[in-house]
């Protein structure tokens, strides 16, 4: 007999934002260092400005939602928030090794953010510089898990258009 565990939201959340990094990442580790700059069609988003760009918005929830300062650089606004337009330029961009920790960070301070939310704390109403995305907490962190999934649709996009296999087959 199979026991299936109830998830709570906040819990089914997290397991959300973690299967949806783990497939970006998946395409995200098979691109090269050149490849990470690569557009389709030489417009769209690349690799590099998706992990810049998602880190900036996991940042921006967590902070926005807890009060606390942003744990990036500031250029980062200028250079992954909506209406920047990607560069082909690499020296445009801080180190890729950079960009990738925070990255990663950022998805860690967002999952820890999650963790520490009760029930009532899921429903409360978002900060207005979040609720244009979301609503509440528990919107926000399937938001975030959601824009993972979208960005990696675009990097499948761009692998598709230099060549590149399926990663996924």
Request: charge should be negative; glycine fraction near 6%; proline fraction near 5%.
């Amino acid at each position: 007999m199979t026991v299936v565990k109830a998830l709570l939201p906040n819990e089914l959340a997290i397991q959300q934002l973690n299967e949806s990094r783990q497939f970006l990442e998946t395409l995200l580790e098979t691109l090269d260092e050149r490849q990470m700059l690569a557009r389709a069609g030489d417009s769209g988003n690349h690799a590099l400005w998706v992990m810049g760009h998602i880190a900036l918005f996991d940042d921006k929830f967590v902070a926005g939602f807890t009060g606390r300062n942003s744990e990036l650089p500031t250029e980062y606004a200028g250079l992954f928030d909506l209406g920047s337009e990607p560069s082909t330029n690499r020296s445009d961009y801080p180190d890729p090794k950079e960009i990738k920790e925070h990255f990663d960070q950022t998805r860690q301070r967002t999952i820890e953010w999650a963790r520490t939310l009760g029930s009532e704390a899921l429903w409360e109403d978002a900060p207005e510089s979040i609720a244009r995305f979301s609503p509440n907490p528990i919107s926000a962190l399937h938001t975030l898990a959601r824009h993972d999934f979208f960005h990696t649709g675009q990097i499948a996009t761009v692998r598709a258009f230099i060549g590149m296999s399926p990663a996924f087959s």
